[in-house]
């Protein structure tokens, strides 16, 4: 059920950043989205306040039993000036999917899309304009009863930030390497893997700090039970090109269902290529690059959308992907994707949502 939403503007509109030196998920705009919940009245109080410090108890159980989510998605800026969303119905039933692994409430569909356009809306002077940026938007909720005690909130506040972003990775569309982690386990089927929650990026910060120190961007995981099956990379799903053959992890239960692999699915099959969903082990991995029939290894996710793989090391041994160049199928579906998502090319999914 939509609900008015309360707006107090700011009385003082903050200096947009250089598109050109922006540093991603630091520069934040004039205006956030918050809602509160409660058992007894449910959703209520939604209002759009100026950007800043929300005061909350320290006993606040969000701190001390992570009962949170949270979202990815981006706004973009057409050629033609208009602003429009890449499947934000997606990320909004993926949200509402982690929201009931978690224990929280659901939040009404179309009171979110409501929410979030009338937050882009007001700020919307912050998507930016150049090629390449977007405006990132980040829903989370999070538990607010105060109190020690190892049990469901009662209440919580769902918010809506966001902040304006160039690429993702510094190094742009340059191939990337990857470190296979082997010793930490980031989630377990049955755990929650396939909810975007803050614990399952905390449990992966140890292995990521250990890449970076290797000269490594990414971590990718094997599954936590065997050790033996690719599941995902940190911050994206991930697909490799075998002898023609687009392979990717299958979703089962500790993988994240992102949108961007659901939308490169789509497309490739649209575009003839047999694509499978399946467990996939770092084993058969290495006999495809050793038999020379790995060619192309990429990302994806929402914030880098496709970031290709050069190099991904596991054990001592370093496999090299495509002369660590971009390959020629990665490189077709950013251009594929980016193309949609800035209206350069046709939406023939109905993928797009505009803002007005």
């Not at 903050?14 to 009245?41: Q, T």
């Not at 099959?269 to 058969?284: A, C, P, Q, T």
Request: charged residues 25%.
């Amino acid at each position: 059920m939509i609900q008015d939403i309360k707006i107090q503007l700011t009385d003082h509109p903050k200096s947009k950043p250089d598109m050109k030196s922006v540093k991603f998920g630091r520069s934040f705009s004039d205006h956030m989205f918050l809602m509160d919940y409660d058992s007894e009245k449910g959703w209520h109080d939604a209002r759009i306040v100026p950007y800043g410090p929300v005061c909350f108890d320290m006993a606040s159980m969000v701190f001390h039993y992570a009962q949170e989510v949270f979202e990815g998605m981006k706004a973009y800026r057409t050629a033609e000036g208009k602003i429009q969303f890449f499947r934000p119905f997606e990320n909004i039933k993926r949200m509402a999917n982690s929201e009931e692994r978690l224990g929280m409430p659901i939040l009404d569909e179309d009171m979110f899309l409501y929410a979030l356009k009338s937050l882009v809306d007001i700020d919307k002077e912050w998507v930016p304009q150049e090629r390449g940026t977007s405006l990132y938007i980040r829903p989370f909720m999070i538990a607010t009863d105060v109190g020690l005690g190892v049990h469901a909130s009662d209440s919580y506040m769902f918010c809506i930030i966001t902040c304006p972003v160039g690429s993702y990775y510094p190094e742009g569309l340059n191939p990337i390497k990857i470190m296979i982690e082997h010793e930490d386990v980031r989630a377990v089927r049955g755990g929650t893997g396939d909810a975007k929650c803050g614990g399952n990026y905390a449990a992966s910060i140890r292995a990521s700090e250990k890449a970076k120190k290797k000269g490594f961007s990414q971590v990718l995981w094997l599954d936590g039970v065997e050790r033996k099956y690719i599941e995902e990379v940190g911050a994206m799903n991930i697909m490799f090109k075998i002898d023609g053959e687009i392979i990717t992890p299958i979703l089962n239960g500790s993988v994240l269902p992102g949108v961007t692999r659901k939308s490169c699915i789509e497309l490739l099959k649209s575009w003839g290529y047999k694509v499978s969903e399946r467990l996939f082990s770092i084993d058969e991995l290495i006999q495809a690059a050793n038999d020379g029939k790995l060619e192309e290894v990429f990302g994806t996710g929402t914030a880098a959308v496709i970031s290709p793989v050069g190099l991904l090391a596991y054990d001592g041994q370093s496999i090299e992907i495509s002369n660590g160049e971009i390959g020629e199928l990665t490189q077709r579906l950013y251009d594929e994707l980016t193309g949609i998502q800035w209206g350069d090319k046709p939406d023939v999914f109905g993928w797009i949502e505009p803002l007005e």
